[in-house]
Nanobody, 120 residues
Framework: QVQLVESGGGLVQAGGSLRLSCAAS????????MGWGRQAPGEQRESVAVITSGGSTNYADSVKGRFTISRDNAKSTVELLMTNLKPEDTAVYYC??????????????WGQGTQVTVSS
């Protein structure tokens, strides 16, 4: 069974930093894009940052210049370094991956989410 497990969320003051980590495990043949999304209360889930297997990145306008996504293909991990955090960054953050499980078709897989709360 394939799964993604996040860690690193928590409570931080505005202007502070947090690092989120996510590890994929299970019978995985290949991982294509990996990324992070977030969902604030009463809002739809939105994409925050994406990184391809080749290392190309894309960010939501609201986090450009403050968040940095990186990945380790050998370890099947992805990280999100969040700096200069703002109260509006408060949300549940979800890791995701577009991957190929063994004996199955390509599929989007999401983690269980980790809470990030930024106090003003």
């Amino acid at each position: 069974q394939v799964q993604l497990v996040e860690s690193g969320g928590g409570l931080v003051q505005a202007g502070g930093s947090l690092r989120l980590s996510c590890a994929a495990s299970g019978r995985i043949v290949k991982i294509n894009d990996m990324g992070w999304g977030r969902q604030a209360p009463g809002e739809q889930r939105e994409s925050v940052a994406v990184i391809t297997s080749g290392g190309s990145t894309n960010y939501a306008d609201s986090v450009k210049g403050r968040f940095t996504i990186s990945r380790d293909n050998a370890k099947s991990t992805v990280e999100l370094l969040m700096t200069n955090l703002k109260p509006e960054d408060t949300a549940v953050y979800y890791c995701y991956a577009f991957l190929l499980p063994r004996y199955k078709s390509w599929v989007d897989v999401w983690g269980q989410g980790t809470q990030v709360t930024v106090s003003s």
